[in-house]
């Protein structure tokens, strides 16, 4: 079913005697199989400690310790996979998750794929007059729709990150400049100490990778499509040598994209 969500986290407690609290199943994690222990604890399969899977502490094991212990693996986790994606909790105030690549990469130093506004599919030409959404401006915010190419190719909850996401990503993070196994790009750290790298993959015009937009130096630059159009353009994200800055582009051009959840 492509509506079954399946989340995969990854805890690290700061002592033992935290995971053994919500280890149901023994096994020194906090994952899907802790659930399926209340489940077969429901069902019952399994016959001894019942106490364990109480979760919420009303001394009855029922689907409502399900929806406890699920609320319990978020508040843990601040690293995981979601449909096979690696994701990190910035401790951001809206709770936005931020995947640790780009789409189309394999690891965060890659670029990963260049994608047009609103299409899903990547090309060699990235011009006006092969561009598929033409007087789409008025779709607003394509987040989670079938414009939106980080939801049609990782689909269950990840997203194209809104323009507002992205401020608060400037706003509560901390941005330093890195070059990780050779690539420029930008890291930014949230106060919970967790963070990302975004690669500068510059941008796609016609036929030609161009590595900066504005500067006249020609330094490599960082460009992302944020999920927002209006009358006239389409919103990105600008990370440079100069600062961060929110500005508006052709939706023809081919940017990087970064996906998000909650």
């Known amino acids: 079913d492509s509506d079954v969500l399946t989340v995969k986290y990854t805890v690290k407690p700061k002592s033992g005697s935290q995971i053994e609290m919500t280890d149901l199943n023994g096994d020194g994690k906090m994952d899907e199989a802790d659930i399926m222990f209340i489940v077969r604890r429901i069902m019952g399969t399994q016959k001894t400690d019942l106490m364990k899977a109480d979760i919420n502490g009303d001394t009855k094991v029922n689907a409502v310790d399900i929806v406890a212990y699920v609320k319990c693996l978020k508040t843990a986790s601040t690293t995981g996979t979601l449909a096979g994606h690696e994701w990190v909790d910035l401790g951001l105030p809206s709770g936005t998750k931020w995947a640790t690549c780009n789409v ?3 690891k ?3 670029y990963g794929d260049y994608y047009a506004w609103g299409e899903t599919s990547t090309k060699t030409n990235y011009s006006s ?3 598929k959404n033409k007087d789409n401006y008025s779709l607003g915010d394509i987040s989670g729709t079938s414009y939106d190419v980080a939801h049609v190719k990782w689909g269950s909850l990840w997203r194209m990150a809104k323009r507002a ?3 608060e990503l400037a706003k509560y993070c901390s941005a330093i400049i890195e070059t990780k196994n050779g690539v420029k790009g930008t890291r930014y750290t949230g106060k919970n100490g967790n963070s990302i790298f ?3 993959a510059g941008y796609r015009d016609g036929t030609t990778l161009k590595e900066s937009y504005w500067n006249t130096s020609n330094e490599i630059e960082g460009h992302y499509f944020t999920s927002n ?3 006239q353009a389409v919103s990105w994200t600008w990370l440079s040598g100069y600062g961060d800055a929110d500005d ?3 939706s023809s ?3 990087s994209i970064c996906a998000v959840w909650k």
């Open 229 to 231: 159009g209006d009358a």
């Open 129 to 131: 007059s092969n561009y």
């Open 104 to 106: 189309g990469a394999s």
């Open 253 to 255: 051009y081919g940017l």
């Open 248 to 250: 508006l582009c052709l």
């Open 198 to 200: 975004l690669p500068w």
């Open 165 to 167: 996401e992205w401020n």
């Open 108 to 110: 965060p130093e890659d």
